[in-house]
């Protein structure tokens, strides 16, 4: 049976046996029909679900099931796409294969495009991650919530941090991917359901968009690419087989599909080992991959939208997770986080403020107290200046009128000594006349002598 379940997917012919048999190896390790590798829930895992997880999926779901061939405790897989903002719920048919039975719109994703690198950048989580049961939250202080599993081995290969990544509901989201409440209800219930039909674990991809030969060619100059390059050969695996990838990590990068030779394992720090792959699987992924080379080389050429931002790798995260840890202690920072520039400038809004949280108002206070200390000390030392002041100017008007009183004695003796050495005063006596003047006088009289003589001989006939 299983064998012909392989050739339905490739197309085999009976003579290609070893080719089976290697793919049925890997199957054995977990990428083609999760359900033959599973085993029975832990019941302690399951139960005690609070209401909200109990929920059944709505009747629509259930009849589109049925129709692509699926039952309601089938495997499932969840694929998410930040750029397009869509998070896809795959379920598992009867023929092993994987179809799409829902898709949801991301209510909010905090961050730029490309992966988390540290605790506190506020990057929600790009790669292949594992959900197991224990990972469900029926009692999240956001509705619902699961886990989904950052950091993975890549991610603590490569020496990335942080913690409590989930999908959840609420539509909050601070490096998580958020959804509705009532859309989580629905993806929660098809993990639950498929936890209880014996899958022991599920796989959420997570993309920074659709892998599509267009949009590769949008953001082939984005430091993020050779990363997104990776994971497109996850992505592409899962698209040529519509099974979810069996994923290792070795030489701290993703392989997919591999299978280790006898007694070898794949360490995710140290060098890959020798691996091998079934010859259908490697003749169709390369009949995938000069399909879509085609459609690259034509995209490089097409009018595209402009590529959206994307974190600047692990130095604009440094910066990020700096203000996510001083927002964290309820110190004032910029509204929005900082962005890194291509010119190696940061930018920041100027708008400023803190989070009303225990923390934030703890901060307030402190600061309070704080300008109130200074400000009590800067009118203290104000009124010590005053003070200093007031008593420098008293003093230099002591001096001033010292110095006043000084000289205005000085003034008072000098006068007395004037007035000692003046001359006595005495009578006047008048000068006498110059001669000229005395000459004038006398013409003066001897004209009017003359002047009376001619007038009495005038009276008397003389």
């Known amino acids: 049976m299983f064998s012909m379940r392989i050739k339905g997917l490739f197309g085999l012919s009976r003579e290609k046996r ?21 085993a029975g829930c832990n019941d302690s895992s399951m139960k005690d679900f609070a209401p909200e997880a109990n929920k059944p999926l709505p009747d629509k779901i259930l009849a589109d099931m049925r129709a692509k061939g699926m039952i309601r405790t089938s495997s499932v897989m969840a694929r998410i796409f930040k750029e397009e903002g869509k998070l896809e719920i795959w379920k598992a048919k009867t023929n092993g294969r994987y179809d799409m039975v829902a898709s949801y719109d991301i209510c909010k994703w905090s961050g730029k495009l490309g992966p988390k690198y540290t605790e506190g950048d506020r ?37 990335r941090t942080g913690q409590n990544l989930m999908v959840h509901g609420a539509c909050s989201s601070s490096g998580c991917y958020s959804m509705t409440d009532a859309q989580i209800e629905q993806i929660y219930a098809f993990g639950r359901d498929a936890f209880q039909g014996g899958q022991t674990e599920f796989q959420v991809q997570a993309f920074p968009f659709r892998m599509t030969a267009a949009n590769m060619a949008r953001y082939r100059n984005d430091p993020n690419y ?13 698209e040529v087989t519509k099974v ?10 993703y392989v997919f599909n591999q299978v280790a030779a006898e007694g070898q394992t794949f360490n995710p720090t140290g060098p890959c080992p020798a691996t091998t792959q079934p010859d259908s699987l490697k003749s169709a992924f390369n009949s995938y991959q000069s399909t879509y080379e085609a459609a690259f080389n034509s995209a ?28 964290a202690r309820g110190e004032r920072v910029p509204i929005e986080p900082p962005s890194l520039n291509t010119d190696g400038t940061v930018t920041e809004t100027a708008r400023m403020g803190r989070i009303d949280s225990p923390a934030g108002r703890k901060m307030a206070a402190l600061e309070a107290e704080k300008a109130a200390k200074q400000k009590a000390e800067q009118q203290r ?55 000229e003047a005395e000459t004038q006088a006398a013409s003066a009289d001897e004209g009017r002598v003359a002047k009376l003589k001619n007038k009495l001989l005038g009276m008397f006939g003389g």
């Open 123 to 159: 990057q929600a989580p790009e790669g292949f991650y594992t959900v197991r049961p224990s990972q469900m939250n029926p009692r999240s202080n956001y509705h619902l919530s699961f886990n989904i599993g950052f950091p993975n081995a890549y991610d603590r290969a490569n020496g």
């Open 244 to 253: 979810p990838p069996k994923v290792d990590v070795c030489e701290k990068r």
């Open 226 to 238: 050779e990363f997104w390059k990776m994971l497109k050969v996850g992505y592409d695996n899962f």
């Open 300 to 327: 490089l050429k097409a009018s595209v939208p402009a590529p959206k931002p994307t974190i600047a790798g692990i130095k604009e995260a440094s910066i990020v997770s700096e203000w996510s840890k001083r927002r």
């Open 18 to 38: 070893h080719s089976l048999s290697m793919f049925a190896k890997i199957a054995r390790t977990g990428i083609i029909i999760a359900s033959i590798v599973v």
């Open 381 to 435: 030392l104000a009124a010590i200046e005053a003070a200093k002041q007031a008593k420098e100017a008293a003093k230099a008007q002591a001096i001033a009128e010292k110095e006043a009183a000084k000289a205005q004695a000085v003034a008072a003796k000098e006068a007395a000594k004037q007035a000692k050495e003046a001359p006595v005063a005495t009578a006047t006596i008048a000068a006498p006349a110059a001669p």
